[in-house]
């Protein structure tokens, strides 16, 4: 079945570095593949989502390819902010019905 | 941009009762989502709902839980009877195609 992994659950960095968050994935088709991030207390909300290889989508400075040839769909951004502190998710979705399968999510923790 | 409602936002209930989640799904949005979170683990799906009809539903959805949208009112859950293991999270979730939105989830302990 489908599966997505992310390797790291904890992530804390210093304001001003670099971010990468880790995703890979197994699919037996082609599969849109997301991230969402979720603030505490709050809903998950899309970051990110790309349906095609090597095509690099960007929203509020992250960006994420995806690499069909080794399944793979990492976050960066370059330069960490104190509110990117949260919980991001990567997710996979194929088929007709349209159910997400998620990893099982990173926190991310920035401090000045 | 577009919200999902999810009402109440906890709920403690004793185990064997009936409980209902709600959800109140983007208003074009033409497919519908329930995915469960126990504290510490991934979230992960339970079923979704396409026309009136459930499309798939996934081995979490026990014969205890159902859900139903009755003429464009709120989306339910319903966990009749209630058990241990249903104490997690559940976050409703509606899309038009595969962008999904989701509510800010309904905490339910079972007791």
């Known amino acids: 079945g489908d599966s997505v992994t992310q390797t790291e659950g904890l992530v804390t960095l210093t304001e001003g570095l670099p971010v990468m968050l880790n995703c890979t994935y197994q699919?037996?088709?082609?599969?849109?593949l997301f991230w969402y991030v979720q603030h505490l207390n709050e809903a998950p909300k899309l970051l990110l989502k790309?349906?095609?290889?090597?095509k690099r989508p960007e929203h509020q400075g992250f960006h994420a390819t995806l690499h069909k040839s080794s399944s793979s769909f990492h976050l960066q951004k370059s330069s960490a902010q104190l509110s990117d502190s949260a919980l991001y998710y990567c997710a996979l979705s194929e088929g007709s019905n349209y159910k997400l399968t998620f990893g099982k999510g990173t926190l991310l923790t920035v401090t000045p | 941009g577009p919200k999902v409602l999810q009402i109440p936002s906890h709920q403690i209930i004793d185990m064997g009762q009936m409980v209902t989640l709600n959800c109140d799904p983007v208003?074009?949005?033409?497919?519908f989502y329930w995915y469960k979170q126990i504290l510490g683990q991934q979230m992960e799906f339970l079923v979704n709902?396409?026309?009136?009809?459930?499309?798939?539903k996934s081995k979490l959805f026990k014969d205890q839980f159902s859900v139903e949208r009755p003429d464009g009112s709120y989306f339910t859950l319903k966990i009749q009877p209630t058990a241990l293991e249903d104490s997690a999270v559940y976050f409703c979730a509606s899309s038009l195609f595969y962008e999904q939105y989701f509510g800010p989830g309904t905490r339910l302990t079972v007791l």
């Open positions: 699919s037996t088709y082609s599969p849109f």
């Open positions: 208003s074009n949005h033409l497919y």
């Open positions: 709902f396409y026309n009136g009809k459930v499309m798939e």
């Open positions: 790309s349906f095609t290889d090597n």
